[in-house]
């Protein structure tokens, strides 16, 4: 069993900033890859960052440059912090762990409302 859990989502006005923390627990051996994915209402589920073991990152076009993915390879925790947000960041964001094996687990989400 893997749990992954969120948190540090909630309201914030436009321009500000939140960091969403992601911690993986459980039978995990072996973590590949760690990131964020968001989905809105009636939309596919789209990637906004990722980060593997060794440090590479991607990112989203519409993140780059306000926001950053980070992780701590000890505690299998995952951070994202947002800056400049913007109304349309507005969303479900959900956190994946890939191992080794290439398993994919997910979090629940966590509710980001950016108000203009």
């Known amino acids: 069993q893997v749990q992954v859990v969120e948190s540090g989502g909630g309201l914030v006005q436009a321009g500000g900033s939140l960091r969403l923390s992601c911690a993986a627990s459980g039978s995990i051996f072996s973590i590949n890859a760690m990131g964020w994915y968001r989905q809105a209402p009636g939309k596919q589920r789209e990637l906004v960052a990722t980060?593997?073991?060794?440090?590479?990152?991607n990112y989203a076009d519409s993140v780059k440059g306000r926001f950053t993915i980070s992780r701590d390879n000890a505690k299998n925790t995952v951070y994202l912090q947002m800056n400049s947000l913007k109304p349309e960041d507005t969303t479900v964001y959900y956190c994946?762990?890939?191992?080794?094996?290439?398993?994919?687990?997910w979090g629940q989400g966590t509710q980001v409302t950016v108000s203009s």
């Open positions: 994946i762990v890939i191992t080794a094996q290439l398993v994919n687990y």
């Open positions: 980060i593997t073991s060794g440090g590479s990152t």
